[in-house]
């Protein structure tokens, strides 16, 4: 048996379509997940550190005096003599302040903005129907449906990046008399419906549907599973009767 290398290992322990905080500051952080039965979507997207705009000084125009038509006519300024000052010399007084070491200007850091914004969908609820709805029989056949559409499909946009979510529902049946039938389809009506139960025996029975939503969301072209599951219960009853026997002379 070959033994993998250290770094091939390591690749294979790092999780898939996770970003750290550091990412954040430059690019747009996603996630979709579960909470208390409802669909939850958050962005983080940071703007980075602001950067104050340099601003270009328009240049000084530089001025030409005008050439004299006739310059042998202006007079020409006569130098006059400056009288050479006398050097003295005092002794230097000694300076009682102190340097400062540290700078008295503190320069500005501006610490960088990020956006968050946090979406919550609620996604449809159904109930149970069955047919027939009077009376069902003994050893006849009983067609249940849920009213749960087939898919939950959604496009929201947070922080300015597209986000697609798409969820399927999942049925787990409890008929009341012991019987269970976990399916992904929702049934329906006479004769096509493919969720149908027979009792045997007369009687009340308490009909339980566990509905619960798995899926998917895409960001930028990458598919990641939601995380968590939404599952939501509902009730019926179903009370099964003996069909009248007559004699007939």
């Known amino acids: 048996m070959r033994k993998l290398p250290i770094y091939l290992l390591l690749t294979l322990l790092i999780p898939f379509g996770t970003a750290s905080a550091a990412n954040c500051e430059s690019t747009a952080c996603i996630d979709v997940y579960t909470q208390d039965g409802q669909i939850i979507i958050e962005g983080k997207k940071g703007s980075g550190p602001k950067v104050k705009p340099r601003v270009a000084k328009p240049p000084t125009p530089k001025v030409i005096p005008p050439k004299p038509i006739f310059p042998e006519l202006i007079p020409r300024p006569t130098a006059t003599p400056k009288p050479t000052p006398k050097r ?57 449906w849920s009213d749960l559409p087939t898919q939950f499909a959604t496009r929201v946009t947070v922080v300015g990046e597209v986000v697609d979510v ?84």
């Open 88 to 144: 003295t010399y005092k002794p230097r007084a000694k300076s009682t302040v102190k340097p400062s070491l540290k700078p008295s200007l503190k320069p500005k850091v501006s610490s960088s903005v990020s956006l968050n914004d946090r979406l919550i969908k609620l996604l449809p609820t159904g109930g149970i129907a069955y047919q027939p709805e009077a009376e069902p029989l003994v050893n006849v056949p009983i067609f249940f």
């Open 166 to 249: 798409l969820l399927r529902p999942g049925f787990v049946w409890s008929f009341g008399d012991g019987t269970f039938l976990s399916t992904t389809d929702p049934g329906g009506p006479y004769p096509n419906g493919k969720i149908k139960h027979t009792y045997k025996n007369p009687g009340i029975y308490p009909i339980i549907l566990v509905q619960s939503w798995n899926g998917h969301w895409t960001h930028n072209g990458t598919t990641r599973a939601i995380t968590g599951t939404i599952k939501t219960t509902v009730f019926a009853v179903v009370t099964v009767v003996i069909a009248p026997t007559r004699f007939m002379f």
